[in-house]
């Protein structure tokens, strides 16, 4: 059942049970209200017949006595009858407060053997009545009011209990445990919550696995990088170093024997070891962080990777599309997109068995795009980014504002294609336009 079939049974429920006392609290007015009537016609027409037996043989005093008996024994509805004229016109201040005034027009006068009674309307009783069947009409709606505000409190309150176990079952997501730990929920609406909840936590589980496989991998590949980097400076231009210092103590020893020839040829043995130095300086810059990747050097850049790739003969020929000048991207953008571009090719070489591999970069007035694409194996169908430096690229581009798409690619190249997108600076966007 959803909540609102339980809202609405609750209170139609309530509604009934109501309808059903005010039909028993109007059932019984009807029959006080009955039996006040018939009660009020009885005590008429026995002061009528009383008035009618008091004998004219009687002293007046005693005569006056027994007919102010017969007035007096009871109520009336409606009428009022008096031996004077003045009683029976008296009114009640709720009726001359709503303006109803029963006039001498409308005294009528009996005489009954020697006395005399005046019969004048009342709406004193009438009065009374309605006022009665008011009172008892504020009272049902007092009680009706009453309950069903107790009735929403209390389907409000038992409505909102699963929303507190559902905000404990998130509280728990965000302390950082793996599972919600949500109870059965009977209504619909919370439990479709409940399983959007738990779904959350299985996004969210995988996600802070992949952040920690991402963080080892980061880890492993600053060493990796550390360690290469030492061994090139060992092995290049500390022999470059090396080579350097020879020359120099060779120079330093035999300073005042050598002639100008010797000396010439250190200094140019200095000179070609001093740019072969700088040359193996500037290519780890290069690989560290190549110079000018967001301005109008990154296309250039992007072509000396391919370069390199393509001088290491893989086996694999690297092709290159994209126009001779690129747009103005983001901030740190061209630096992810370099890194894409190298991660990406870097995966080709170590996984694809590829023959052929295309890089394509093209761009409109909000997005520049890249395609890298391959020929070979492609990648397994139940492999996520957890590997091959796909999740590196996909964290790389979420820094950015960008995105990666995964897809097969066309017959010609069956291999493992991605597609970036990254966003153009708004300044050239104006530009555009």
């Not at 409308?106 to 009438?126: C, F, M, W």
């Not at 170093?241 to 010439?264: C, D, H, K, P, S």
């Not at 250039?300 to 003969?313: G, M, T």
């Amino acid at each position: 059942m959803d909540l609102r079939r339980r809202l609405l049974a609750c209170l139609g429920a309530l509604l009934l049970v109501l309808l059903m006392v005010t039909l028993l609290i109007t059932l019984v007015s009807l029959r006080n209200d009955v039996v006040t009537e018939i009660a009020a016609s009885e005590r008429l027409a026995k002061v009528l017949l009383d008035a009618s037996k008091v004998g004219t043989d009687l002293p007046p005093v005693e005569a006056a006595r027994r007919m102010d008996a017969i007035l007096h024994g009871g109520p009336l509805r409606h009428l009022s009858i008096s031996a004077d004229a003045a009683p029976a016109l008296k009114q009640s201040w709720l009726a001359a407060l709503l303006g109803i005034d029963a006039s001498a027009s409308a005294l009528q006068k009996v005489r009954i053997g020697d006395q005399t009674l005046y019969i004048a309307p009342n709406p004193g009783s009438e009065i009374e009545e309605r006022w009665s069947d008011t009172v008892r009409l504020c009272v049902t709606l007092l009680i009706f009011s009453g309950t069903t505000l107790l009735v929403v409190w209390w389907s409000a309150d038992r409505a909102l209990t699963p929303v507190r176990d559902l905000e404990a079952g998130l509280q728990r997501l965000a302390g950082g445990d793996s599972e919600a730990r949500l109870p059965p929920f009977a209504l619909r609406e919370f439990a479709q919550v409940a399983i959007a909840i738990d779904e959350l936590a299985a996004a969210l589980a995988t996600a802070r696995d992949a952040q920690r496989h991402l963080s080892r991998q980061l880890i492993r590949v600053q060493e990796d990088e550390r360690r290469t980097l030492a061994l090139e400076l060992h092995d290049e231009m500390g022999q470059t170093l090396t080579a350097i210092g020879v020359t120099a103590a060779y120079l330093g020893r035999n300073a005042g024997q050598l002639g100008e020839q010797r000396i010439a040829e250190c200094a140019q043995d200095l000179r070609r070891d001093v740019r072969t130095s700088g040359d193996q300086l500037r290519s780890m810059l290069k690989r560290l962080r190549p110079h000018g990747l967001d301005g109008p050097d990154l296309a250039s850049a992007l072509r000396e990777l391919l370069d390199s790739w393509q001088q290491r003969e893989a086996g694999i020929v690297f092709t290159l599309a994209m126009p001779t000048q690129l747009p103005a991207l983001a901030e740190n953008a061209g630096l992810v997109l370099y890194r894409v571009v190298q991660e990406g090719l870097t995966n080709v070489v170590k996984h694809s068995a590829a023959r052929h591999c295309s890089v394509k970069i093209d761009f409109d007035a909000e997005l520049l795009k890249l395609q890298i694409g391959d020929d070979g194996c492609g990648m397994a169908p139940d492999r996520g980014l957890d590997g091959s430096g796909l999740l590196g690229i996909k964290e790389r581009l979420l820094m950015v504002g960008g995105h990666l798409e995964l897809m097969p690619g066309p017959l010609a190249m069956p291999g493992l294609h991605l597609e970036i997108c990254l966003p153009l600076k708004k300044q050239y966007r104006l530009e555009m336009q």
